[in-house]
């Protein structure tokens, strides 16, 4: 059973950085695919990054593609969301998930049949001047 705890959400001004950490409990980072999701108010949850067990890789929507990083601490087992240049339209409720996918060079933050079996609670990051 994998856990997930978010941190680092707050209410920050536009053009500011934030550091979302996921930690995770309950296994090695090796076995799965982690990936970010958001979701604001009124709308779907959205993904916007992942990162493969294998490599690793990663991969970026449109939307934040060039200003938000996702990489990862074996040791510290800890999933990290670096924003940078925040727009009020990242304000949203931020999760982190993870996916058993040991091995695996590709993620995806397509949240298809359940593919993401593991969540944390959410961390809210709040954009506005």
């Known amino acids: 059973q994998v856990h997930l705890v978010e941190s680092g959400g707050d209410l920050v001004q536009p053009g500011e950085s934030l550091r979302l950490s996921c930690a995770v409990s309950g296994s090695t980072l090796d076995f799965y695919n982690y990936a970010w999701f958001r979701q604001a108010p009124g709308k779907e949850r959205e993904g916007i990054s992942c990162?493969?067990?294998?490599?690793?890789?990663?991969y970026y929507t449109d939307s934040v593609k060039g200003r938000f990083t996702i990489s990862r601490d074996t040791i510290k087992k800890t999933v990290y969301l670096r924003m940078n240049s925040l727009r009020p339209d990242a304000t949203a409720a931020y999760y982190c998930?993870?996916?058993?996918?040991?091995?695996?060079?590709?993620?995806?933050?397509?949240?298809?049949?359940?593919?993401?079996?593991?969540w944390g609670q959410g961390i809210q990051v709040t954009v506005s001047s």
């Open positions: 990162i493969s067990s294998r490599g690793p890789n990663s």
């Open positions: 998930a993870a996916d058993w996918s040991p091995n695996s060079a590709f993620c995806t933050v397509v949240d298809a049949d359940g593919r993401y079996e593991y």
